[in-house]
T-cell receptor, first 114, second 114 residues
């Protein structure tokens, strides 16, 4: 069955430290991969996306993600976290078979400490 | 330009009542998606439209849920005989086409069924 897994429900990081949020997927077709961020009371905002080409993708707010087909992963990274990055992060996968309707992971809640 | 808008932002209703949730997509976007996000979960796909037609309604949980998009722009999600389990945030997203285009999300309608 098609699935998206975010293994970490909560992550706590000190401000200025590096961050990696994990995402694994299980799909038969070639997936299109996304990371969205959701702040309290806010809508979902796209951080970055991967469709094809270079497997290292740059996004907004200093985020990047790397698509690793052999590991079925699309982990999100940021070299230095800011307090304003505290939010819920969602990995999502779409395929042409589904009309690109997105299948979301359950999310990772990021807490940033001083 | 204006983003995706959803009305109402909050809706409280009683069990058994009928509700309508409205989505106004970004102008010119032909693809429109509805998702439902329960507390502590990622959004779950409900239905997507390409133009006026529902191209995929496989995510609708049962026949109490129905959605229309009669003129290919505004969409209405309709829920009959609401149940407490329908309480969630209902998200709408639109994209330029039903291809690999980015989906832009609205702020959601928070539905509470008492």
């Amino acid at each position: 069955a098609q699935s998206v897994t975010q293994p970490d429900i909560h992550i706590t990081v000190s401000e200025g430290a590096s961050l990696e949020l994990r995402c694994n997927y299980s799909y038969g077709a070639t997936p299109y991969l996304f990371w969205y961020v959701q702040s309290p009371g806010q809508g979902l905002q796209l951080l970055l996306k991967y469709f094809s080409g270079d497997t290292l993708v740059q996004g907004i707010k200093g985020f990047e993600a790397e698509f690793k087909r052999s590991q079925s992963s699309f982990n999100l990274r940021k070299p230095s976290v800011h307090w304003s990055d505290a939010a819920e992060y969602f990995c999502a996968v779409g395929t042409s078979n589904s009309g690109y309707a997105l299948n979301f992971g359950k999310g990772t809640s990021l807490l940033v400490t001083p | 330009g204006a983003g995706v808008s959803q009305t109402p932002s909050n809706k409280v209703t009683e069990k058994g009542k009928y509700v309508e949730l409205r989505c106004d997509p970004i102008s010119g976007h032909t693809a429109l998606y509805w998702y439902r996000q329960s507390l502590g979960q990622g959004p779950e796909f409900l239905i997507y439209f390409q133009g006026t037609g529902a191209a995929d309604d496989s995510g609708l949980p049962n026949d109490r849920f129905f959605a229309v998009r009669p003129e290919g722009s505004v969409s209405t999600l309709k829920i009959q005989r609401t149940e407490r389990g329908d309480s969630a945030v209902y998200l709408c997203a639109s994209s330029l086409r039903h291809t690999s285009e980015t989906q832009y999300f609205g702020p959601g309608t928070r539905l509470l069924v008492l």
